[in-house]
């Protein structure tokens, strides 16, 4: 069993910038994890991700050139930079695991964390 904690979400003003944090807890034979939002009356999309040994990363068209996906693996922990945000940003982000290849697919993932409110008023 994986668990997953996210952590760093709060309300930015447009332009500014929010570093999100996922920490991983029990079984660590994750490969890939990633990061997904969700906005309000919206289907849940993904953002980034990122293989757990190899730093091969992923990102949405929307973000790319904004957002950063990492990870420290002696912390079991995976960040989410995030600059330049905009309105359209706002969003419930969550973080997720799953055994084989990262991949941009939330449908591939085994684990969720409880997710955290990001809000970028304009």
């Known amino acids: 069993q994986v668990q997953l904690v996210e952590s760093g979400g709060g309300l930015v003003q447009a332009g500014g910038s929010l570093r999100l944090s996922c920490a991983a807890s029990?079984?660590?034979?994750?490969?890939?994890m990633g990061w997904f939002r969700q906005a309000a009356g919206k289907e849940r999309e993904s953002v980034a991700a990122?293989?757990?040994?190899?730093?091969?990363?992923y990102y949405a068209d929307s973000v790319k050139g904004r957002f950063t996906i990492s990870r420290d693996n002696a912390k079991n922990v995976v960040y989410l930079q995030m600059n330049s945000l905009k309105p359209e940003d706002t969003a419930v982000y969550y973080c997720a695991a799953k055994r084989l290849r990262a991949t941009m697919d939330p449908y591939d993932y085994d684990y969720w964390g409880q997710g955290t409110q990001v809000t970028v008023s304009s």
């Open positions: 029990g079984r660590t034979s994750i490969y890939g």
């Open positions: 990122i293989t757990w040994s190899g730093g091969n990363t």
